[in-house]
């Protein structure tokens, strides 16, 4: 499998009036050719930031992105101008993105119809009369009804659903290799969720994207991910294929996020849920310990004494940033 | 029951109040941080706070009583001994400047007081009680806005007699609107939050909700829209009393001493000059505080820089 | 869209009868004998109190508010507002003549004032915290501060008596003679627009400001659009919408402002008259053009909603 994106110890911090925020600690992470991968954590943890990094979306006065390497295709993104013609060229077009508020990622004042064309013509200098028809012919495939009549309707005369459809219509309307999709079902209810994400895997299938999924819910990527990186106060703390992360997590978050999913058919007897105590860390003035040490039910001396560790193998392409060895405990 | 869902009730509120007596003591440390991180702010603060002491203290600051005549030494141009120079009745131009302060904050604190209480509280009552109320309301700012705010003090002033009272009333009501419609639009946006919900869900009458817990949300805002206004008005009673209308002299005020200086421009440009730049330096104070607050005050910045 | 301009002008219907009820009540029931509407100060004077009870009974001042408010509305429908204590002539000749001058003067200060506004406020916004910005921004925050009519006085000062490049005062029409009327129009135009440039300069700037923040721009963006692109087709035109709203309150201003500036510059304008009028209580000639004024702005307050409306899709289709 061919490498496409790889991500080299990212780090990202914002500077605002409270102190200097560490968002994004020393990231690293990879996607190969075809790949569905998965970015789980909390609110905070740093997922978006790191994807906003990977684009060079980042607010430049307050963030920054101080270190680090995003390898596309064999060049460092980040030697690039953030708003140069270079990034540009790539953004929408090799790496497209979507976002978390379908209410207010699309503008008011444009039709869909010119929302569409103007990526098109942007990227693939189509007319307008072949850009046009490109667009219907992808609203259709996202599965908008009356695609021909509805391009020319305004963002808001579509439901949060409709205009989720119409992102990823745009997102993967100039065939790009690689769709990062943030929290793209959060704001969506439980059915219209479901229906996104197949929607988004079977279009990922047919154009041969890459698929990088960022949510803070486990169970809703659990179907369609091949591997996962878990993410916490700005680090990845484990990563590994799917399968092993799900039936033999290494890392004390990754335990309680999984018992933390509610799952269908069990009774109570069989199964409490279980939150994970304690809160999100403060990203000011983190001490060099573990982020997770003050919620973790399984440490040892040596967390508190020793820095936060690196990561360290465990099994085949799974990784853990932990002292323990918390195999089999739940 | 009864007695119990009371004592639960009550201890509800309580817990609601404190947690946002709390936060409100935090935000004012907040707040004052903000407001004096911004130069423009904190210069303007100290414009208005030197021009309240030269009110106060005018007769100890001006060199000469405004008032007092000497045709002798009329026109004179900027010396040692009249640092402005003197008008064309020989009253010292420095000494008016000075005495004109007082007419211009009393004026100014006068007529915005006013139409705040009376706009603001309209607007509390449109906006909360809304649908018919509220358009009665509305229709009635909208005539009013209809004539421009020089035009309406202008008539008014002159129907009601010059002096400082009526020029108040003038500008006072000339005002109303734009205080009524902030105010208005603000509460609106409060009416939309949770805890008005909460409150009406506690039993909260309408009179209690609109002063204990609309009026101190809607204070901030409230706040920046005096402080512009103030600017505004003393624009407004510069014009009025350039226009001949308002205050007249000998009373000191700043637009009508532009207006006898306008005679002598050729000879002595300063006795025009110098009340206009009076004006310019108040209405700039208040503005760059006005803009200081608003920035401090806006809920959206906080965190950033 | 047609709801809401039918909507529009209803609205603005009520506006104005409520409009010239507030006129006719502040003319009638403030202190002063209404009498004086018809009749000059220095004659009041001198007559007895039979002739004054008669002249009341002979211009109607002895009935019913009621009665006399609608007398006053006839006769305004049939375009009759009046006559004049102080020019003697009807008060529609002297408006009919003067309201295209201030129109002038007006519209030009509006159309520069806001041009000029505009295209700064986008400048300081995409160049913010640069030194173009805070030029700008300063200059902005000083001209919200000016007395237009002070700012008059100034210029006269220097470009006409002291330099000699512009006449003094005097309104020709530009009919007439072109260039003059554009030389006499210079201080006074640019004056008038002062405060229209410098409040239009923050409020474009704030508020493209915040539409940089929107979401949808960071989606511009991600999808790989130029910032050109970005800037004329997604930011401006977000951003200038809110600006609309606030036009009527500036035109509110402008009208305000050609009243000083009338007088500075002495231009033969409704803001002259209206000053005159009010200095010399000639109550017939005030109420009729407070009349016009305030239908005029209620008009263009109509046309700047409508247009508001047609702007933002969100309220042109729902």
């Known amino acids: 499998m061919t490498e496409l994106l790889r991500v080299d110890n990212l780090k990202t911090f914002f500077k605002t009036y409270r102190g200097l925020v560490i968002a994004v600690d020393g990231v690293s992470f990879q996607i190969n050719e075809g790949e569905i991968v998965g970015i789980v954590g909390e609110s905070g943890c740093g997922k978006s930031v790191t994807m906003l990094s990977v684009m060079q979306l980042i607010p430049i006065p307050p963030g920054k992105i101080v270190e680090g390497k995003v390898v596309f295709e064999g060049q460092n993104l980040l030697e690039y101008e953030a708003k140069g013609i270079e990034m540009s060229a790539i953004r929408g077009d090799r790496i497209a993105m979507i976002f978390q508020e379908p209410m207010t990622s699309l503008n008011p004042v444009l039709t869909i119809s010119r929302q569409l064309t103007e990526t098109l013509e942007t990227h693939l200098h189509l007319d307008r009369h072949s850009s046009r028809s490109r667009a219907i012919e992808f609203l259709k495939q996202v599965g908008i009804p009356d695609a021909k009549l509805r391009v020319d309707d305004y963002p808001h005369q579509f439901s949060g659903g409709m205009r989720q459809r119409v992102m990823i219509a745009m997102g993967l309307s100039c065939n790009p290799k690689i769709l990062i999709a943030d929290e793209p079902t959060t704001a969506l209810d439980v059915t219209t969720q479901a229906q996104l994400l197949e929607l988004m895997r079977e279009m990922i299938r047919r154009f041969n994207t890459s698929l990088i999924i960022v949510t803070h819910n486990l169970g809703v990527i659990a179907r369609y991910v091949e591997r996962i990186y878990v993410m916490y106060a700005g680090r990845v703390v484990e990563s590994g294929l799917s399968r092993d992360l799900f039936s033999n997590p290494m890392h004390p978050y990754t335990i309680g996020l999984l018992n933390s999913i509610p799952r269908l058919g069990e009774t109570r007897k069989k199964r409490k849920l279980v939150p994970i105590a304690g809160l999100p860390p403060n990203l000011i003035n983190m001490p060099p310990t573990c982020a997770f040490l003050p919620r973790c039910t399984y440490r040892i001396e040596q967390c508190e004494k020793e820095p936060w560790p690196e990561l360290r193998e465990v099994g085949n392409r799974h990784n853990t940033r932990c002292y323990m060895d918390v195999t089999g405990k739940k | ?305 | 869209m047609t709801n809401y301009i039918i909507h529009r002008l209803l609205m603005g219907l009520i506006v104005l009868i409520l409009v010239s009820l507030l006129i006719f009540s502040v003319m009638h029931f403030l202190p002063g004998d209404p009498l004086l509407l018809y009749v000059g100060e220095n004659e009041i004077g001198n007559l007895t109190p039979e002739l004054l009870k008669s002249l009341r009974h002979d211009h109607g001042l002895d009935r019913p508010m009621v009665v006399q408010y609608i007398d006053w509305v006839g006769e305004v429908l049939h375009w009759n507002l009046g006559t004049s204590i102080l020019y003697g002539g009807s008060v529609n000749k002297l408006i009919a003549e003067r309201l295209p001058i201030t129109f002038h003067l007006g519209s030009l200060a509006f159309i520069f004032g806001s041009v000029v506004g505009v295209f700064f406020g986008v400048v300081c916004a995409l160049r913010r915290g640069k030194w173009l910005d805070t030029v700008f921004t300063i200059v902005a925050n000083t001209g919200i501060t000016l007395p237009s009519f002070w700012v008059g006085i100034l210029l006269i000062y220097f470009f006409s008596l002291k330099l000699g490049w512009l006449p003094t005062f005097g309104y020709t029409s530009p009919f007439t003679n072109f260039w003059l009327s554009t030389k006499q129009l210079i201080m006074p135009v640019f004056c008038l627009s002062i405060f229209l440039i410098a409040s239009l300069t923050r409020q474009t700037r704030s508020s493209m400001l915040e539409v940089i923040q929107q979401d949808y721009i960071r989606t511009a963006w991600a999808k790989g659009l130029r910032e050109r692109a970005i800037i004329i087709r997604h930011t401006i035109k977000n951003g200038l919408i809110p600006v609309v709203t606030t036009m009527g309150m500036h035109v509110s201003f402008i009208v305000g402002g050609a009243v000083l500036l009338e007088t500075v510059f002495s231009i033969p304008g409704m803001g002259q008259l209206m000053r005159d009028s009010v200095f010399s209580r000639d109550y017939q000639v005030v109420q009729g053009g407070i009349l016009i004024i305030s239908m005029v702005i209620v008009f263009i307050n109509i046309i700047v909603d409508v247009s508001y409306g047609w702007l933002d899709p969100r309220i042109r289709y729902s």
């Open chain 2, 1 to 305: 029951m009864g007695k119990n869902s009371n004592i639960e009730t009550f201890t509800a509120g309580l817990v609601v109040e404190t947690a946002q007596i709390q936060q409100k003591y935090s935000e004012t440390r907040r707040i004052i941080k903000v407001f004096f991180g911004r130069k423009l702010a904190v210069v303007g603060l100290a414009i208005i706070t030197l021009l309240i002491l030269t009110a106060i203290f005018a007769p100890w600051l001006a060199p000469y009583d405004p008032y007092k005549l000497d045709i002798v030494h009329k026109l004179q141009q900027p010396s040692s001994k009249h640092w402005l120079g003197t008008d064309s009745l020989g009253r010292d131009v420095l000494s008016r400047i000075i005495y004109g302060t007082r007419t211009s904050l009393i004026i100014g604190i006068g007529a915005v007081g006013m139409a705040a209480v009376i706009g603001e509280s309209l607007g509390l009552i449109a906006g909360y009680f809304g649908r018919s109320v509220f358009h009665i309301i509305m229709r009635l700012i909208d005539a009013l806005m209809a004539v421009p705010m020089l035009l309406t003090a202008l008539v008014i002033a002159s129907l009601l007699g010059g002096g400082v009272k009526n020029v108040i009333i003038a500008l006072g009501i000339s005002l109303i609107s734009g205080q009524c419609r902030m105010m208005c639009a603000q509460v609106m946006t409060i009416k939309q939050n949770d805890y008005i919900l909460a409150g009406r869900a506690m039993g909260m009458g309408n009179l209690r909700m609109m002063l204990f817990q609309i009026l101190p949300n809607a204070f901030p805002p409230l706040l920046v829209m005096i402080t512009i206004g103030l600017g505004a008005t003393i624009l407004a009673e510069a014009g009025l009393s350039f226009l001949g209308i308002g205050i007249v002299p000998p009373t000191p005020a700043w637009g009508s001493m532009v207006n006898e200086g306008y005679k002598y421009m050729m000879s002595n440009p300063v006795l025009a000059f110098a009340p206009g730049f009076a004006i310019m330096l108040t209405v700039f104070g208040f503005n760059m505080m006005g803009d200081g607050l608003r920035d401090a005050l806006d809920p959206r910045l906080r965190g950033a820089i």
